[in-house]
């Protein structure tokens, strides 16, 4: 009976030491300590992503403008068609009249020098 009693109370002392060691184990300063250790291992790593993070903010941000920027560009090149269609019709209108002017001031100078004629002889210079 003494063997059993002996085993009894060795089995309380190593139910109360375990259930100690859990309390100690689970205290809330260990559970601080133990998150303060995981935020100071993993902090470095979470700045370098928020640095990345703005800087992939930063180039998108500059590409969307320049998107932007060029889509309006387009747009207003869309809307000048029709500046381009004027532009066009006066540029024939000022071909057309500078071929009048060639075409008359051709004419104006054939009409003012007479072609010379193989039948009319010209005068010879007397010869000295």
Not at 4 to 21: H, I, N
Not at 50 to 63: L, R, V
């Amino acid at each position: 009976m003494e063997d059993q009693e002996m085993q009894l109370k060795v089995r309380r002392v190593t139910d109360k030491f375990t259930e100690s060691m859990y309390v100690l184990a689970n205290e809330p300063s260990v559970a601080l300590y133990r998150l303060q250790e995981h935020v100071r291992r993993s902090l470095p790593e979470l700045v370098q992503h928020k640095t990345d993070m703005q800087s992939w903010e930063e180039q998108s941000q500059g590409a969307i403008y320049t998107v932007e920027y060029a889509c309006s560009a387009v747009k207003s090149m869309t809307n000048s068609s029709l500046y381009f269609k004027n532009i066009d019709s006066l540029l024939r209108q000022a071909i057309s009249m500078k071929e009048q002017i060639s075409n008359c001031q051709g004419r104006s100078l054939h009409d003012v020098t007479p072609s010379p004629s193989p039948l009319v002889s010209t005068p010879h210079a007397p010869s000295s």
